[in-house]
């Protein structure tokens, strides 16, 4: 299993930013992706995760209405749009997925949020 994320950067307050992720090694299309993302002195909190299908999403309450998280099963790929982005956003944002028990993760992509 590989997980790579891209497209983390330094962004303005009320910025936008869409992170990508191509996994590898997987049926990707069978199973759930996640976004997490981990800041200093903070928990790791799961941001959002989408069904194999793409059809159904969650959010963590902290980013509803703000990020979108949507998958591309043919070319295995999975985005999380970010918009109105605040200072709290800043973290390393990881993409992740659980197989049978084991949950892997990419190296994570850094996000700042500041002006």
């Known amino acids: 299993v590989q997980l790579v994320e891209s497209g983390g950067d330094l962004v303005q307050p009320g910025g936008s930013l869409r992170l990508s992720c191509v996994a590898s090694?997987?049926?990707?299309?069978?199973?759930?992706m996640s976004w997490y993302r981990k800041a200093p002195e903070k928990e790791r909190e799961r941001v959002a995760v989408i069904s194999s299908n793409g059809v159904v999403g969650n959010y963590a309450d902290s980013v509803k209405g703000r990020f979108t998280i949507s998958r591309d099963n043919a070319k295995n790929m999975v985005y999380l749009q970010m918009n109105t982005l605040k200072s709290e956003d800043t973290a390393v944002y990881y993409c992740?997925?659980?197989?049978?028990?084991?949950?892997?993760w990419g190296q994570g992509t850094q996000v700042t949020v500041s002006s």
């Open positions: 090694g997987f049926t990707f299309s069978t199973y759930p």
């Open positions: 992740s997925l659980l197989i049978l028990g084991e949950r892997y």
